[in-house]
T-cell receptor, first 113, second 115 residues
Framework: AQSVTQPDIHITVSEGASLELRCNYS??????LFWYVQSPGQGLQLLLK??????LVQGIKGFEAEFKRSQSSFNLRKPSVHWSDAAEYFC???????????FGTGTQLKVEL | GAVVSQHPSWVICKSGTSVKIECRSL??????MFWYRQFPKQSLMLMAT?????????EQGVEKDKFLINHASLTLSTLTVTSAHPEDSSFYIC???????????FGPGTRLLVL
């Protein structure tokens, strides 16, 4: 079955530490891939997206993500986390390019000062 | 650019009443709008997709007679929860996309509590 998996429900990191949030997908072809961030009670903000081309994608707020076809993964990274990065992060895929997004279950990031 | 608003941001209503939520694209014309539902500590689930001037396309399991969607203009879509019940309490989020945009832009969400 087609799916998006974020294996980590919660992650806690210290401010200044590096961060990697995992995302795996299960689709026949390479879908369009997205990472969104959601602060409490708020809508979603797009961090970055991958459609094709360079597999390392730069986004806003210092985030980047790397598409690895062999692993069907699109992990989100940040070299140095800030306390304001505490939020819920969602990986999403658009299998057919028709803008119909399927979201992962999300990873709640907590940042310790 | 690409700002999407929702109104109201939160609403409390009695069981059996209907509630209308508005989604507006403020600085672009949204040919397509999407409605999502998010339960506490869960992911977003797509409810329906609406194209301006057309009937909405509902996802499997979503009752179209209960969740009425109207996309009458290129800047406004409405979701009406009819005869709301406590189990309809949720966070409803819309998104919008213009033909020339590769991605959809999300509104801030509407929290609905049905008593």
């Amino acid at each position: 079955a087609q799916s998006v998996t974020q294996p980590d429900i919660h992650i806690t990191v210290s401010e200044g530490a590096s961060l990697e949030l995992r995302c795996n997908y299960s689709y026949g072809a390479t879908p369009y891939l997205f990472w969104y961030v959601q602060s409490p009670g708020q809508g979603l903000q797009l961090l970055l997206k991958y459609f094709s081309g360079d597999t390392l994608v730069q986004g806003i707020k210092g985030f980047e993500a790397e598409f690895k076809r062999s692993q069907s993964s699109f992990n989100l990274r940040k070299p140095s986390v800030h306390w304001s990065d505490a939020a819920e992060y969602f990986c999403a895929v658009d299998p057919g390019g028709g803008n119909k997004l399927t979201f992962g279950t999300g990873t709640q990031l907590k940042v310790e000062l | 650019g690409a700002v999407v608003s929702q109104h109201p941001s939160w609403v409390i209503c009695k069981s059996g009443t209907s509630v209308k939520i508005e989604c507006r694209s403020l600085d672009f014309q949204a040919t397509t709008m999407f409605w999502y539902r998010q339960f506490p500590k869960q992911s977003l689930m797509l409810m329906a997709t609406s194209n301006e001037g057309s009937k909405a396309t509902y996802e499997q399991g979503v009752e179209k007679d209960k969740f009425l969607i109207n996309h009458a203009s290129l800047t406004l879509s409405t979701l009406t929860v009819t005869s709301a019940h406590p189990e309809d309490s949720s966070f409803y989020i819309c998104s919008a996309r213009a033909d020339y945009q590769e991605t959809q832009y999300f509104g801030p969400g509407t929290r609905l509590l049905v008593l």
